[in-house]
């Protein structure tokens, strides 16, 4: 079935430094989603990403979707507090329903 | 109006009870999920309503019965739970099943955080 990977597990930075997750995927996807959950929240959509090699920005987040369709990223430019939580992808395999990786859990040193 | 509600917010039942999750949204969307979130895992879909018919059931126990009695509302039922079956249930909504390419993000509810004892 289809797996959805996601490095690092944990990440720990400085406010001011810039963080970045990769999420893979043992298929193609046909879309890949971003989801942010604060410690004791609920997931928040961030975005989605369709197109091969495509890149959108919100703000100090820069996310990328890979050429092949099986790879994406999302980075964080000067890091803030208010960055804290776990980052989830969730990829879309042509089939009914997402699937969420693991997550990167960020935490921000102030 | 952009929420999807849960309640309740916490439940403790024992493993001999009958209880139920709702779930409300009034965005118009027509695809409703119910994940189950252990701590610092992700979400892991149980079922998927589109169009009020279940469109999947992820080879969940019978012990959990999902009910979809119109566009807006969505049930978890429970019954005789196991205490693995302790997590965060979250309810999510999105205006289309997650196949189409566009209108799929979802809008989590703020959860239901389970203890069965």
Avoid at chain 1, 14 to 36: A, P, R, V
Avoid at chain 2, 88 to 97: D, E, G, K, P, V
């Amino acid at each position: 079935g289809q797996q959805v990977m996601q490095i690092p597990q944990y990440q720990h930075v400085q406010e001011g430094e810039d963080f970045t997750t990769y999420c893979n995927s043992s298929t193609t996807l046909s879309n890949i989603q971003w989801y942010k959950q604060r410690p004791g929240g609920h997931p928040v959509f961030l975005i989605q990403l369709v197109k091969s090699g495509e890149v959108k920005k919100q703000k100090r987040l820069t996310f990328q979707f890979g050429e092949a369709k099986k790879n994406s990223s999302l980075h964080i430019t000067a890091t803030q507090t208010t960055d804290v939580g776990t980052y989830f992808c969730a990829g879309l395999n042509y089939g009914q329903n997402f699937v969420f990786g693991p997550g990167t859990r960020l935490s921000v040193l102030p | 109006d952009t929420e999807v509600t849960q309640t309740p917010k916490h439940l403790v039942m024992g493993m001999t009870n009958k209880k139920s999750l709702k779930c409300e949204q009034h965005m118009g969307h027509r695809a409703m999920y119910w994940y189950k979130q252990k701590a610092k895992k992700p979400p892991e879909l149980m079922f998927v309503y589109s169009y009020e018919k279940l469109s999947i059931n992820e080879s969940v126990p019978s012990r959990f019965s999902p009910e979809c009695p119109n566009s807006s509302l969505l049930n978890l039922h429970l019954h005789a739970l196991q205490p693995e079956d302790s997590a965060l249930y979250l309810c999510a909504s999105s205006q289309r099943q997650g196949f189409q390419t566009a209108n799929t993000e979802a809008f989590f509810g703020q959860g239901t955080r389970l203890t069965v004892v």
